[in-house]
């Protein structure tokens, strides 16, 4: 079966830092995604991203965070100033089109200390 | 955008049916109902999705109410390996906003 891949698996950085997580969707997929979760809580709703731009973020998604697909097959997160409260698990997830099931990536695990 | 709202945990005994109830009474036309499971921080697992007809597929079945406000996921039978958190979603097909309840916690006990 096709897969998301995400890199790194884990990252740590130090707080004020930008960190960059990356995503390989699955070719030819169109909408993407991604989420977070922190330790013990369920996952949350970040950004979703279709046609080059962003479709709906949540009130989490504030201007420290960023998404961009820059080459057409690379889908980045990227925290401009990362903070304590962002250590987390981060999903990158990709689907095809509408009503399709959607394939989530094994995570990007970011301590920030 | 819906919420879903799922009781936060049940217990199976191992073979037997496990039926996980979710409600999303304020689902949208254009809003699928996808289950998912979590096995530790693992990336989410797929297990089904569906509109407004009943769903099956090799790993479960998909029960929809007819007015769409609730789903019901049904594992046939239960193994041990099925323990895991299992989420009901809400994905709006427009690219939108996808919503995570807050997960049922299954337990399937030998």
């Known amino acids: 079966e096709p897969e998301v891949t995400q890199t790194p698996s884990h990252q740590v950085t130090q707080m004020g830092q930008e960190v960059i997580l990356r995503c390989v969707p699955i070719?030819?997929?169109?909408?993407f995604y991604w989420y977070r979760q922190i330790l013990g809580q369920k996952v949350e709703f970040l950004v979703s991203?279709?046609?080059?731009?962003?479709?709906?973020k949540s009130e989490i998604f504030d201007d420290q965070f960023s998404v961009e697909r820059p080459d057409g097959s690379n889908f980045t997160l990227k925290i401009r100033s990362t903070k304590l409260e962002d250590s987390a698990m981060y999903f990158c997830?990709?689907?095809?089109?509408?009503?399709?099931?959607?394939?989530f990536g094994s995570g990007t695990q970011l301590s920030v200390l | 955008d819906a919420k879903t709202t799922q009781p936060p945990s049940m217990d199976c005994a191992e073979g037997r049916a496990a039926n996980l109830p979710c409600n999303h009474s304020?689902?949208?036309?254009?809003?699928?109902v996808y289950w998912y499971r979590q096995i530790h921080s693992q990336g989410p697992q797929y297990i089904i999705h569906?509109?407004?007809n009943n769903e099956t597929n090799e790993m479960a079945s998909l029960i929809i109410t007819e007015d769409r406000k609730s789903s019901t996921l049904i594992l046939p039978h239960a193994t041990l390996r099925d323990t895991a958190v299992y989420y009901c979603?809400?994905?709006?097909?427009?690219?939108?906003?996808?919503?995570f309840g807050d997960g049922t916690t299954l337990t399937v006990k030998p």
């Open positions: 070719s030819n997929h169109l909408y």
């Open positions: 304020t689902i949208s036309g254009n809003e699928y």
């Open positions: 569906g509109l407004k």
């Open positions: 991203f279709y046609n080059n731009e962003i479709s709906e």
């Open positions: 997830a990709s689907r095809g089109t509408m009503g399709e099931k959607l394939f």
């Open positions: 979603i809400v994905l709006n097909t427009n690219a939108g906003k996808s919503t």
